[in-house]
Structures are given as structure tokens and as C-alpha cells.
């Protein structure tokens, strides 16, 4: 299959708020206050969240339909920690990002628990956010 | 310093489009009509993409204030390419992600390029996104 790109421009509005622009879409990123922002949006973090429950969305109807397998809808509750120490320069003890990504999904269906876990584990494997937060994927950043 | 959590809820509004809450922001994500959806919003791969973006902004600042760098802006373009086979179930010789992502940086600044180094690798190694997409990341996924 032909690869497909993706690409998104942004700018910052203030030194924490930033306007992305995908397509014809505007996406708003800032930070609550406690955390220096306007909260005029969601943070960068919670955008990973964002993108991580609408790509197990798409690919576990994807799956579901392969496996034969009735879906009428799904949840997602999604959750993460980080240590802000290394992102505000006081200590490099920890990673930046968040330490793991904890995913509960809930699938409205009547399939049983052996359909459940192959679903289950083909939806995370061919999951294109969740392969690239569980797996290195190299970020080439240059000066524009 | 104390961990920071985050979290969202999501569900799926159909097989193609997620409505995702994290505190008061709903996001909506979906993809547009040559990838089967009703283009209502960013899709996911798009959002991966605004979350760096937004990342990028608020430590581009953060580092640059500690470098007494004067910044009066950023611009950030962004793009990455995928192989939609895996996802799609038709071949596993390709990842299911962006196989890379290229990020242009455009700070409005006049520091020499020294400074401008220093804080290009600064702000890539302690953007808490940056991290979890360059290098791995657990996600547990578990049916809820």
C-alpha cells in the first residue's frame, strides 16, 4: 500500500498556548493554570490521551469486523503519570514523559473471552499511536 | 517533585469517531471520508502530531528563559508518514505508526547558533512528549 503523510503546522499564541492547524482543523493546546497557562485548551499530554483513545476506536472496529466479532461501542478510560522534574530542568532521575499509559477499554459486545484477548491484543498491535508511544520512533528535529 | 496524572475518557460516537473529555476539553477525533469517516475532526495520527507540537512550544520557552534567550515565538511545522497495511490487517512488514517524524523549529530569536543548539537539544531531550514518542513507552491495555 502507498505510504500516507501526514503534517500539521503550529504556532505559539504565548509561550504556552500553541495553534496547531491539521487539514481544516484548529486544535487549541495549553496548560491549566497551576501549570502556567490560560487553559484555553487541553495540554500536550492529554492530546496524547486524545490521540491514543481515537486510534483504538478506529482499529478495534477494524479488528471486531475481521474477527466476526459484534460491536456496538466502546469505551476508553485512559490515564498516565509524569514526573515534571526533567521537563523543568531540576533533575534528570526520571524521564520526561509519562512512565507508562495505563488503557482500560470496554467493548459493548457479547463475544466471548477467548474472541476478547484476540481482539484485544491484535487491536494494540496494529494500533498506529499505540505502536508509536510503545515503541522508539525517531523524532528529527530541526532548526526551520 | 510529586508525579502529575492525566487523564481522559473516550467513547466511540461510531466505528470511526471518538468523543474524548479530559477535564472540561472535549476533543473530537475521526478521520475524513477517503479513510472512512465523516471528517468531524483531526484524526488520531494528526493529534500524535499537535500534542508535540504543544510540547515543543512550552519547553522551547521553558529553556529558553533558563538560557536567557530571547523568544519571541515559534513556529513548528510537523509531518510523518505511515504504512496503513498493518493497521488495515494486509501486511506486517511495515510498523503500524509514523516510521519517523520531522519536525522544522522556527524560534523568533536572535541568539547566536551556539545558544540555538544547545537549546534545540535542551527542549528535544526534556519535551515530555518528544520523550514518549522517541523512545518507548509501556501501554497497558486492559478490557475494562
Redesign the interface.
Known amino acids: ?1 502507498p ?10 499564541e504565548n ?4 495553534i ?1 492547524q ?2 481544516n ?1 484548529k ?1 487549541i ?4 493554570a497551576n501549570l502556567g497557562g490560560t487553559d484555553d ?23 471486531a469486523k ?1 474477527l466476526g466479532m459484534e ?1 456496538k ?19 534528570d532521575a526520571e ?13 459493548d459486545t457479547n463475544a466471548d473471552q477467548a474472541t ?2 484476540k481482539w ?1 491484543t ?23
Chains 1, 2 share one sequence.
Open positions: 500500500m505510504k500516507l503523510t501526514f503534517s500539521a503546522k503550529a504556532h505559539s509561550p504556552i498556548k500553541t496547531v491539521a487539514r482543523f486544535m493546546v495549553d496548560e491549566p485548551g487541553a495540554n500536550p499530554v492529554e492530546y496524547l490521551l486524545a490521540a491514543l483513545a481515537g486510534c483504538l476506536n478506529v482499529v478495534g472496529h477494524v479488528v475481521e460491536l461501542g466502546i469505551e476508553i478510560s485512559l490515564e498516565g503519570d509524569l514526573n515534571p522534574a526533567k521537563f523543568m530542568g531540576q533533575s524521564r520526561a514523559g509519562y512512565q507508562e499509559l495505563r488503557v482500560a477499554i470496554k467493548p476478547l484477548e484485544l491484535a487491536v494494540e498491535t496494529r494500533c498506529p499511536v499505540s505502536d508509536n508511544i510503545g515503541n522508539a520512533t525517531p523524532v528529527k528535529i530541526e532548526l526551520g
